[in-house]
């Protein structure tokens, strides 16, 4: 079965700092990994995805994340905080292995960017 | 193109009430689901359909139907409202059951008093 931890509920950061939002997965098969942002009271939106290739994906906004096979994990990073950062993050992955599988969730992690 | 749409925004029912949340898409996807979304909980799949004609279930698909006659409507049917379906309700679409990226709707906001 597939799964995703998502182990901190909020992350604080000060504006102008580096920031790292945690995530590990767990899939029968290889994984296609996403992280999706959600602003208050509107929809999730596609911020990047990992699906093979280079470990290091860059994405919209400044934002990059770390494939690391033999960790499972996923963790999205920015070099330099913005308080416009202030969101709620969710990881997911699919098993490529199994198509036309859904996506699955973390329980999201709260990024506050203080000035 | 509008992109995935869901109406309505706000909803309130009682308890026992039924009601139809709206999802419709035009960008021609043939994957769609239904989500919901609880404090601390994520999102949790309750019903997704690969084409038309064909729906299959997710985690959390108790008290819900959802019918595909149409690739662009996904209709969510909650069929006896109760307190514990109050939450934010997400259509989302993706082009094939193996694209990559899912586009969301902007959510349903439902509380059942």
């Known amino acids: 079965a597939q799964s995703v931890a998502q182990p901190e509920d909020q992350v604080n950061v000060a504006e102008g700092n580096p920031l790292t939002v945690k995530c590990t997965y767990s899939v029968s098969g290889n994984p296609y990994l996403f992280w999706y942002v959600q602003y208050p009271n509107r929809g999730l939106q596609f911020l990047l995805k990992y699906i093979t290739g280079d470990n290091l994906v860059k994405g919209s906004y400044g934002f990059e994340a770390e494939f690391n096979k033999s960790q499972t994990s996923f963790h999205l990073k920015k070099p330099s905080a913005l308080v416009s950062d202030s969101a709620l993050y969710f990881c997911a992955v699919r098993d490529s292995d199994q198509a036309g599988t859904a996506l699955i969730f973390g329980k999201g992690t709260t990024l506050s960017v203080s000035s | 193109n509008a992109g995935v749409t869901q109406t309505p925004k706000f909803q309130v029912l009682k308890t026992g009430q039924s009601m139809t949340l709206q999802c419709a898409q035009d960008m021609n996807h043939e994957y769609m689901s239904w989500y919901r979304q609880d404090p601390g909980m994520g999102l949790r799949l309750i019903h997704y359909?690969?084409?038309?004609?064909?729906?299959d279930q997710g985690e959390v698909p108790n008290g819900y139907n959802v019918s595909r006659s149409t690739t662009e409507d996904f209709p969510l049917r909650l069929l006896s409202a109760a307190p514990s379906q109050t939450s934010v309700y997400f259509c989302?679409?993706?082009?094939?059951?193996?694209?990559?990226?899912?586009?969301f709707g902007p959510g349903t906001r439902l509380t059942v008093t």
């Open positions: 989302a679409s993706r082009p094939t059951r193996d694209s990559y990226e899912q586009y």
């Open positions: 359909s690969v084409g038309a004609g064909i729906t």
